[in-house]
């Protein structure tokens, strides 16, 4: 396992490392609002464009779609040529299709707004990951992390919550609420533009790693990241595929089907899993640092997932006690998952083996989508048939408990090593 100190001597200042926080924060925030701005306006694009549920679904699939190959490539690329530079381009091409989803007269231009986001937006998330382990390498390196993404689901529950906070844009129709995406891409993009102009001082002085040492690439180096990457890849895809499936297509609906909840209390019982997620992802980043454990929190925050997906199919228990336990797996497992990665592979090996895990976990949500939508329709699964919803649970209890099994294996290899890490650490303190 290598280490994730900065392959040059000595490291960027700590404020110049609060500042690339803040500014990475602020474009995260943009980049997760505009991934999330299809959902609320979803109702207006059919009933003012005549758009079917196929066409609104297909503005959220064709964001996977493009990145079941390109992410790698984009991880291959945030690796030579550093994560300021990657995030500026991407910044700017997501900011291209914000404009172009907001602006076009028909479905095409729409969609190919969202797909041409979609290019830019997962290797923009691959980036801004690289520039918390550039400046945050080796020290609150979770909490860092989980701090970033906590900002970046602020954008996920802004976007939820946009009909309330915008509500005489979305009185106005479908337009307006795609706009003000735009603005909020166009800010994303400011704050990816300063943070390039901070980094170029420390990347000249050698503070950071550099895109050199990634010339020599050959897929084969892929075969020589460990074990314990294969085992925390395989989670990756496993418990993304439910979470997002289930959470971000078929709770609410579910919750309505089979809960009995109205719309508006089904979408509000949603959006609490994103706020959780504000607080709690760094706090539990902070937790594992402080610990120097990530294993155990990791199999935790797995272990969880099928806990609650079993509530909610066999039980008729409150749903707070599932959406709770959900909201902690939502925000434990990215917590310690990504700087965990970072732990796993040599610093200038992060982009890629974070290219590589997307690339299968995008294949995942695809699928898990189509495969999930498949089970409801073939058991015509509605309010009038709720049990018809009992495939879509099996089967995404199942993949969670497969995910599970992947966090022992990771806490079995890696896990053993972290603890005798730690307590060297104690025992030289
Ligand atoms: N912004 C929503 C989709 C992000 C997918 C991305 N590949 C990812 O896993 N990001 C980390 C996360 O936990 O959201």
Redesign the pocket.
């Known amino acids: 396992m290598s280490t994730i100190a900065p392959t040059a001597v000595g490291r960027p200042g700590r404020l110049t490392a609060w500042i690339v926080g803040v500014l990475v924060a602020v474009s995260l925030f943009g980049?997760?609002y505009v991934?999330?701005s299809i959902g609320p306006v979803a109702d207006l694009l059919q009933q003012q464009r005549g758009f079917t549920d196929t066409q609104v679904g297909l503005l959220n699939a064709i964001?996977n779609l493009p990145?079941i190959v390109l992410?790698l490539v984009g991880g291959v690329l945030v690796d030579r040529f550093g994560a300021a530079r990657m995030t500026l381009v991407t910044a700017g091409l997501c900011l291209a299709g914000a404009a172009l989803t907001a602006f076009s007269p028909g479905f095409t231009g729409m969609a190919a707004g969202r797909l041409l986001y979609g290019i830019g937006?997962?290797t923009f998330?691959i980036a801004t990951?690289a520039a918390v382990a550039d400046y945050f390498g080796g020290r609150s390196l979770a909490l860092a992390m989980g701090a970033e993404?906590a900002i970046?689901?602020l954008g996920?529950y802004g976007a939820d919550m946009s009909p309330t906070w915008f509500a005489n844009a979305y009185a106005q129709g479908w337009q307006p609420p795609l706009v003000i995406a735009t603005a909020i891409a166009a800010t994303s993009f400011a704050a990816a533009l300063a943070y390039w102009w901070v980094d170029r001082g420390p990347r000249r002085a050698g503070l950071l790693p550099t895109g050199q040492a990634s010339e020599g690439f050959a897929w084969r180096d892929l075969l020589h990241f460990g074990k314990a990457y294969w085992y925390l890849l395989a989670l990756?895809v496993l418990w993304?595929a439910v979470i997002?499936a289930f959470r971000s297509t078929f709770s609410i609906k579910y919750f309505q089907h089979v809960h009995g909840l109205d719309l508006a209390t089904a979408g509000e019982m949603n959006s609490y899993v994103f706020l959780a997620a504000v607080f709690a992802t760094p706090a539990f980043g902070w937790v594992c640092d402080r610990v120097g454990r990530y294993a155990p929190f990791l199999a935790l925050g797995a272990a969880l997932l099928p806990v609650a997906l079993a509530i909610l199919a066999l039980t008729s228990w409150s749903l707070w006690l599932p959406t709770v336990l959900i909201g902690v797996s939502f925000s434990l497992?990215?917590a310690v998952?990504?700087p965990l990665t970072s732990r796993l592979v040599a610093p200038n090996r992060f982009g890629t083996a974070i290219g590589l895990m997307?690339v299968v976990?995008?294949a995942g949500?695809g699928g898990a989508n189509l495969v999930a939508g498949w089970l409801n329709d073939r058991a015509g699964a509605s309010a009038a048939n709720p049990g018809g919803y009992d495939a879509m649970m099996a089967f995404f209890g199942l993949t969670s408990v497969a995910g599970l099994a992947f966090a022992l294996m990771l806490w079995l290899t890696a896990g053993r090593r972290e603890q005798e890490k730690a307590a060297t650490l104690r025992a030289s303190a």
């Open positions: 980049n997760f991934y999330d964001y990145n992410i937006a997962e998330n990951l993404l970046g689901r996920s990756c993304y997002l497992v990215p998952m990504w997307w976990q995008n949500i």
